[in-house]
């Protein structure tokens, strides 16, 4: 058997989102059969994949791995990415397709995983050509409020509040990034850039409804975070619509530290382990900069 890297890009919009689902249309389905009739497979290969994207959500970067026999891969190596361009839709494509390295998990390797959400504040609409990737929000934003909001929500935290609950799952996550800005070719049209270690479901759009609400004047610059620490769903926050939202990049370790980022992240975060971790290290710190103290006064 060998385990394969499928870098994939897709438009969500007539997709029922990634995951497999009887009777529906979804992007798991769609490349799966395709690759079961490339590679002449029964049952399908099954796909794992970074981040299972909801209905309507887009992505440029997708990955996922599957592990295929050697002989049937071989059959058709260096092939594959022209071969399924014949057999996939024109709203699905495989960029490449590559033998992963030792360690490899789509999932689980994964470092950070960076979406865009694209909004249009400008009074008479979105342009027609990209009403399928950009909300069109009728109020105008301002971004300074919403950057300032953003900037209180950055860091691990527990992020129920805006999280849809799944049972046994812990919505403790690492926010890296969320930022606002405008395009430079259009003015009237705002980027937001979140990434984080990994979301859970809906959080993305949580997070850009609730800043939403921020940038028009309808909330205060503190009201997300103060949603934040409550850690419960609050029905104040309308999660926005999935066809502005794009997954843009997902970020990995170097091969030699793939499987041990792995194992990092299946195991359950808790804050209590975080913010002893930061207390060991804040004290580590205190008594270094101490030592460096004394051994100044020493000197002088």
């Not at 342009?127 to 909001?149: F, K, T």
């Not at 690492?174 to 979301?199: C, G, I, K, N, S």
């Not at 009201?223 to 990049?249: I, K, T, Y």
Request: glycine share 8%.
């Amino acid at each position: 058997m060998v385990r394969l890297r499928l870098d994939i890009g897709y438009d969500g919009t007539d997709f029922a989102g990634w995951a497999r689902q009887p009777n529906q249309r979804t992007v798991q389905g769609v490349i799966e059969d395709a690759l079961a009739r490339m590679l002449r497979l029964d049952p399908p290969p099954m796909l794992t994949v970074a981040g299972r994207t909801d209905a309507g959500v887009h992505a440029r970067a997708q990955v996922a791995h599957l592990v295929v026999p050697v002989a049937a891969y071989s059959a058709i190596n260096g092939t594959m990415p022209r071969r399924l361009a014949g057999l996939l839709p024109p709203d699905v494509r495989v960029w490449r397709v590559s033998v992963a390295p030792e360690g490899f998990d789509a999932r689980f390797s994964a470092l950070a995983r960076r979406y865009v959400y694209r909004v249009c504040d400008n009074p008479v609409g979105v342009e027609p050509l990209r009403r399928h990737d950009v909300l069109w929000h009728p109020r105008p934003l301002n971004l300074d409020r919403m950057n300032e909001a953003a900037r209180l929500l950055v860091g691990e935290n527990d992020f129920a509040a805006y999280c849809r609950k799944r049972e046994g799952a812990t919505t403790i996550r690492e926010l890296l990034r969320y930022e606002w800005a405008r395009d430079d070719r259009d003015p009237h049209l705002a980027l937001a850039t979140v990434e984080a270690d990994a979301f859970c479901h809906s959080m993305v759009r949580a997070l850009v409804g609730a800043l939403l609400m921020v940038g028009d004047g309808r909330r205060d610059v503190e009201w997300p975070a103060q949603v934040l620490a409550a850690r419960v769903r609050d029905s104040g926050v309308n999660v926005a619509p999935a066809h502005g939202l794009s997954l843009e990049e997902i970020r990995y370790p170097d091969d030699d530290s793939l499987a041990r980022r792995a194992q990092e992240t299946r195991r359950v975060r808790t804050l209590n382990a975080a913010a002893a971790a930061a207390e060991h290290a804040a004290n580590a710190a205190g008594a270094a900069g101490a030592a460096g103290a004394a051994g100044a006064a020493g000197a002088e």
